[in-house]
T-cell receptor
Framework: DGGITQSPKYLFRKEGQNVTLSCEQNLNHDAMYWYRQDPGQGLRLIYYSQIVNDFQKGDIAEGYSVSREKKESFPLTVTSAQKNPTAFYLC???????????FGQGTRLTVV | SQQGEEDPQALSIQEGENATMNCSYKTSINNLQWYRQNSGRGLVHLILIRSNEREKHSGRLRVTLDTSKKSSSLLITASRAADTASYFCATAYYNQGGKLIFGQGTELSVKP
């Protein structure tokens, strides 16, 4: 099955810890994106990448880091510098010229 | 931030009625897309309209785009209870490394 997979579905983080969210796609798409969604809110762009070994900051990159070592994978690390990390995180991928985006099912991160 | 606005934030209608949602954006785009999200899930692509198009149809969906006003609307005709979801517009920017920015969303409730 072609698609995009996020894991884990639920993640709990203690104060001061870094955590990494996984995003894998087998659609052979070049572009990948990370968004944060807070309750009742829209999606805010954290980071995006159009090509392996290159990525750009979105509107709310502070406290987050990413890597793009493989075309299929775009992991997001939520660092201890992110003061309010509790949110729903969504990964997406698009084909050429920013056409239809395919989304993963999301990871719900909670700070305990 | 390039994040646009959507209105209304919430819309409640009866089955069979039409639902109209509006989206405004701030800078010139390459295309505009509409997505649907059921609670706690990833987003699903509905329709894409390019910057040189003015209207597009897909089943019960009709999208218009007015680049002079930097606005778009999504019309869902003959709504059904199953249309209950949040709807988001997204604007694509090729010249900014393939950025894809989402609006705040409209929460649609269709009552049987």
């Amino acid at each position: 099955d072609g698609g995009i997979t996020q894991s884990p579905k639920y993640l709990f983080r203690k104060e001061g810890q870094n955590v990494t969210l996984s995003c894998e796609q087998n659609l052979n798409h070049d572009a990948m994106y990370w968004y944060r969604q807070d309750p009742g809110q829209g999606l805010r762009l954290i980071y995006y990448s159009q090509i392996v070994n290159d990525f750009q900051k979105g509107d709310i990159a502070e406290g987050y880091s990413v890597s793009r070592e493989k075309k299929e994978s775009f992991p997001l690390t939520v660092t201890s510098a992110q003061k309010n990390p509790t949110a729903f995180y969504l990964c997406a991928t698009t084909g050429g010229r920013v056409t239809e985006a395919f989304f993963g099912q999301g990871t719900r991160l909670t700070v305990v | 931030s390039q994040q646009g606005e959507e209105d209304p934030q919430a819309l409640s209608i009866q089955e069979g009625e039409n639902a109209t949602m509006n989206c405004s954006y701030k800078t010139s785009i390459n295309n505009l897309q509409w997505y649907r999200q059921n609670s706690g899930r990833g987003l699903v692509h509905l329709i894409l309209i390019r910057s040189n198009e003015r209207e597009k149809h897909s089943g019960r969906l009709r999208v218009t785009l007015d680049t002079s006003k930097k606005s778009s609307s999504l019309l869902i005709t003959a709504s059904r209870a199953a249309d209950t979801a949040s709807y988001f517009c997204a604007t694509a920017y090729y010249n900014q490394g393939g950025k894809l920015i989402f609006g705040q969303g409209t929460e649609l409730s269709v009552k049987p």
